[in-house]
């Protein structure tokens, strides 16, 4: 009997350990990491200031990884420095940290929407467009450093928590904290 339990324990930590191996691998390079997103949003607005806005609309909370990232909206549109009277389009690319192809999609359209194909170009001429490329840079730093690339969360440990030395997982669901 103790021999059985002795090895249904083995058993079980043997496919925790090779799980979290599969959990902490980093992103496929085919994914942009934090850093490669804001270089991609800022060398946009370099090549097209005509038509490229990239503004700061705050902050993360950044706790768990003790850094504040920036959280960035770009306006694309024909006459970027000034708001007009145009339908206005929000674009939220990226909330769940691991849920990344939202975010790559929007940076295929942004590419898009500066050249002179059509319909891109009559988007951009007839409409203002306002994207926030992620709303939890916490997260994405998360699954692109490859700690944990099942990651949902953002880095806001909330006030309660603090003292509470039994917390194994931190941060909050970037909806939940929106909402709240």
Request: net charge negative.
């Amino acid at each position: 009997m103790r021999t059985r339990i002795m090895r249904s324990i083995i058993s079980t930590l043997s496919v925790l350990v090779l799980a979290s191996g599969v959990f902490a691998q980093p992103l496929e390079p085919c994914y942009h990491t934090l850093d490669e997103l804001y270089d991609f949003i800022f060398q946009l607005q370099t090549d097209f200031p005509q038509f490229v806005k990239v503004d700061s609309i705050g902050h993360s909370r950044g706790e768990m990884l003790n850094h504040q990232f920036p959280v960035y909206a770009v306006k694309i549109s024909d006459n970027v420095q000034t708001f007009e009277d145009e339908p206005v389009n929000l674009i939220i690319a990226h909330i769940h940290a691991e849920e990344v192809a939202g975010l790559e999609a929007t940076i295929k359209f942004m590419q898009k929407l500066v050249t002179n194909q059509e319909p891109y170009r009559t988007i951009r001429n007839q409409t203002q467009v306002y994207i926030v490329p992620t709303m939890n840079p916490d997260g994405l730093e998360v699954i692109s450093l490859g700690l944990d690339k099942t990651w949902r969360k953002n880095g806001y440990i909330p006030p309660e928590l603090h003292s509470d030395s039994c917390i194994v997982i931190q941060g909050v669901g970037v909806i939940r904290v929106a909402l709240t």
